[in-house]
């Protein structure tokens, strides 16, 4: 049962395969083409089938309605690959037109992005230029820590305090 059911897989990738490949071909074809396949499959149909009369008709009916047949259910087939194709490109038309807009504003956001962070940016060096005169100013103040900067390597705590003030005073205020 099992295998039968593998092999049964196998037949209908291949054929669907096929009807991919087939399809594809089509894509060169002009859309009267696949029209013209359905309109001689629906005249083959009636010629086959209602015109058996006519002795032309008579003598070749079975053939006739045998391609006629095949014809219209080409026909149908490729017709119907053609309005499918059509939504799927009307479908594609709506996403590319959503993603237009998208990116439009993506480069709207992008631009106040770059903005904030240069405005960032410009705070943060006149924040640091300010913390310098601030402990600049401290240490000038202070004419043993400038002696005692001299003698010992060591960082004295009123500068790390100096420092430590600098950086939670506002900037604003220290001008």
Excluded at 6 to 24: D, E, S, T, Y
Excluded at 76 to 98: F, P, R, T
Excluded at 126 to 137: A, C, E, L, M, R
């Amino acid at each position: 049962m099992g295998i039968k059911h593998n092999n049964a897989r196998i037949i209908h990738k291949w054929i669907g395969l096929g009807i991919n490949r087939c399809m594809f071909i089509l894509h060169f074809l002009p859309d009267f083409v696949t029209h013209l396949i359905l309109i001689a499959g629906i005249l083959g149909t009636i010629a086959g089938f209602v015109l058996g009369f006519i002795p032309f008709i008579r003598t070749y009916q079975l053939p006739i309605q045998i391609i006629s047949l095949l014809l219209l259910s080409f026909g149908l087939y490729i017709e119907g690959g053609l309005a499918n194709e059509e939504s799927w490109q009307l479908k594609v038309k709506e996403v590319e037109a959503k993603l237009a807009t998208k990116e439009a504003a993506s480069q709207e956001k992008n631009v106040e992005i770059v903005e904030k962070v240069v405005t960032k940016t410009e705070y943060i060096k006149t924040k640091g230029q300010d913390i310098i005169k601030y402990v600049d100013k401290e240490v000038v103040k202070d004419n043993e820590v400038i002696k005692y900067v001299e003698i010992c390597p060591a960082i004295p705590q009123v500068i790390l305090k100096s420092i430590n003030d600098a950086a939670t005073i506002p900037h604003e205020a220290i001008k």
